[in-house]
């Protein structure tokens, strides 16, 4: 009995200790890191906005500088192009006065008439608005950069060729078939030849067609003159489209005295014919739509610096069968 009270004893001072001793405190729950304040968003860049008005794409020339100029632009973020050719003088202008009004950072033309579209081009000027001209200048200093090859030196080359070529001929007759006669860029390319071709005392110039810038205008030009005129040596021209047309005139009326023609621009039918050396065009003064394509470059310059120089003019090069392969790259149709 005494030894049942003890074991007794025993166990209940073993549950008195168990009661007192305090439960275990759960570890506590680990802090999540104090929220990071979003860094503000960096505002967008700026895209610039370029209008650019083209004439009419009436022939390959002109239809080829839109695609130089596409293709510059193609994938470009920084800055938005809108490049629209008009239908006619008239919707030139009205198209200019769109772009003045419209917001753009820059405007760029290629003025149909340089002479009709000077005062619209002059507005956008005076008006704040950096202004880029394309191939055909107009007839005021107005502007931000006039970029282009240089027409006046197409007509001394040409009329250097033509002298050279009949240096040997005591008497030589040449007609010329000018490019909207009385517009800035035909005038440019006329004067450089008068005043050259007058170099060669055994020329004589005894009349002139409109070639315009296409086949159809050349050969209705050169039909006139070859009526005109029972004896021509030699073409002087403003055009290769010019030339094709004048050319198939020739043919068709089986004038075999003409024996010369010159051109100006860089067709493929041009280059070809002066590389085979089997017509009566034996030469052209370099003028190729990849001018578009640098134009672009101007104003992509112009937006890097703030400023581009006011002449952007290059020389043109003539182009023989002596070195016509340079400038294969470069022809147009």
Known sequence: MKKLLIVLLAVM???GIAACTPAATPAPEPEAPAATPEEPAAPAAEVLRVAVSL???????????????????????????????AIDDVDQTNML????DGGYDLIACLPGDGTLQTAILVEIYEAGIPTIIIDRDIESDQ??????????????????????????????????????AGIPIDLARFNGFADTIVNYANISVIGEGDGEFNQTAGYQAMSNLLAAHSHIDGVFTHDDEAVSGAMAAIEEQGRT?????????????????????????????????RIGAQAVEV??????????????????VLITKANVDQFMAYAYE
């Open 257 to 289: 005295d003409i024996q010369l023609i010159t051109g100006m621009g860089g067709t493929i039918s041009a280059l070809n014919r002066i590389k085979a050396d089997d017509t009566i065009q034996k030469a052209t003064a370099s003028y190729f739509p």
């Open 143 to 180: 502007k931000t950069s006039f970029v282009a090859e240089d027409n006046y030196t197409c007509g001394v080359v040409a009329a250097d060729f033509i002298g050279e070529w009949f240096a040997d001929k005591d008497s030589v007759s040449i007609v010329n078939l000018r490019s909207y």
């Open 299 to 316: 104003i992509r310059e112009f937006f890097a610096n703030g400023t581009v120089p006011k002449d952007n003019v290059r020389d043109s």
């Open 55 to 85: 004439p009419p794409a009436d022939n390959a020339w002109q239809a080829a500088l839109k695609v130089s100029m596409e293709e510059a632009v193609a994938g470009d973020t920084a800055i938005e192009w809108t490049i629209k050719n």
């Open 97 to 100: 006065t769109t772009f003045k």
């Open 13 to 15: 001072m073993c549950f």
